[in-house]
Every structure is written in C-alpha cells, then in structure tokens.
T-cell receptor, first 107, second 122 residues
Framework: DIQMTQSPSSVSASVGDRVTITCRAT??????VAWFQQKPGEAPKLLIF???TLQSGVPSRFSGSGSGTDFTLTISSLQPEDFATYYC?????????FGQGTRLEIK | EVRLVESGGAVVQPGGSLRLSCGVS????????MHWVRQVPGRGLEWVSL????????YYADSVKGRFIMSRDNSKNSLSLEMKSLRGEDTAMYYC???????????????WGQGTVVIVAS
C-alpha cells in the first residue's frame, strides 16, 4: 500500500499568516493527490484534487502543488474559519490511503 | 443540493453483524461510483470500500475484505454496507461518499455524508 506522511502533525498560526503543509508518498503517484479539510464534528470537505485543482466553491487562498512523491497545501492568508485538521490522500491506486492529518491551531 | 444521509449505526457485540445504509439526493446517483470511509474518533481517515456506478465492481480494504459487502440500488438512490464478524477495531464513524466520476471512480470523494457511528463492544 502507498503510505502518505504529512508534516507537521500540528501547527500554530495567526490570522493572516501563510501556512504550508506537506505530504510525502512512499512511491511516485503522479499528481493523484487530494487535500481535505475537517472541522470538529463535521465530515471531511474536499479542497483540492489532482494535486492542484481547486474544488468548486473553495476559496482561492487555498492552493496545492507537487507531483511524484512530494506535495504541498498552502493557505495564503489564514482566515478564522480555516482552523481545522487537514488530510492528504492518494488517488493513484487502491487502497486509497490518507495522511495522518495536520491540525492547524490558532496561535 | 447534494445530500448523503447515512443510517444504521449502532452498538453491536464482537462477532455480530450490522447493515449501514446511505440515501442520496441532489445528483444523478447512477452516474457515479461511491465509497465508504471510516474514522475512529480523534483519529485519521481509513478508506473502506468502493463500488462502481452500476454495482458490478466492488473493492475493499484488506482490513474488511471477506467481512464487509458493499452494494447499491440505483432505483432507490441508496447504498449499503453489510458488515459481519465485527471486531473492536471496526468501531468508528462511517461516512458514505460520492466519487467525482462514474465507472469505477477517480478515487476522489467530493461529497460526504455526516456519518453514522458503529461501536463494537461487549
């Protein structure tokens, strides 16, 4: 199975900050990566698929990049509603696997 | 508006069985592959299973293969997950999810239900 390793596992930041979360796959997966946001008590929400394609309705301050084994999610200017847990996911082959999550907290 | 509503979660004893359901609305159900994904409270996400648009192909995580069966009824816009020989490690919130594509899917889940809780305990 392809393992996805996220870093950091948690990060503290302030409103207006730029934040980057990284995800590394254990083998090349092209651009078959998605990023999700999950708030407490809610289902995950798809932010980005195909490494860099913004899902409809997602604010443009979210962006994704990378290919092969290394991927990043960037939030350009944090808003209060962005404090949540973020997961990467590989869509290259089954079984679908997720990173362990990055908790984004308010500093 | 796309809606997915899971039901059927319960407390069940180890070795027991349970059937989860997911009713959908707001999109053409038979055009899309569908998934089940689970999450242990406070932990990460684990993909469970995938079914093709027509139900002819199903895929499972090794952790549930041989114990869980995913099916769909396109005439009723519904999805189900039959779970047998349940174990403590199956305790989780179970989400149904819509794939972005038809066929056997793109493996991107773009819409999620709110989940239903399964607790396996004696």
């Amino acid at each position: 199975d392809i393992q996805m390793t996220q870093s950091p596992s948690s990060v503290s930041a302030s409103v207006g900050d730029r934040v980057t979360i990284t995800c590394r796959a254990t083998q090349p997966i092209g651009d078959w990566v998605a990023w999700f946001q999950q708030k407490p008590g809610e289902a995950p929400k798809l932010l980005i698929f195909a490494a860099s394609t913004l899902q409809s309705g997602v604010p443009s301050r979210f962006s994704g990049s990378g290919s092969g084994t290394d991927f990043t999610l960037t939030i350009s200017s944090l808003q209060p509603e962005d404090f949540a847990t973020y997961y990467c996911q590989q869509a290259h082959k089954l079984p679908i696997t997720f990173g362990q999550g990055t908790r984004l907290e308010i500093k | 508006e796309v809606r997915l509503v899971e039901s059927g979660g319960a407390v069940v004893q180890p070795g027991g069985s349970l059937r989860l359901s997911c009713g959908v609305s707001g999109f053409s159900f038979d055009d899309y592959a569908m998934h089940w994904v689970r999450q242990v409270p406070g932990r990460g996400l684990e993909w469970v299973s995938l079914i093709s648009w027509d139900g002819s192909r199903t895929y499972y995580a090794d952790s549930v293969k041989g114990r869980f069966i995913m099916s769909r009824d396109n005439s009723k816009n519904s999805l189900s997950l039959e779970m047998k020989s349940l174990r403590g490690e199956d305790t989780a919130m179970y989400y149904c999810g819509k794939d972005r594509q038809g066929g056997s899917g793109s493996y991107y889940v773009d819409k999620w239900g709110q989940g239903t809780v399964v607790i396996v305990a004696s």
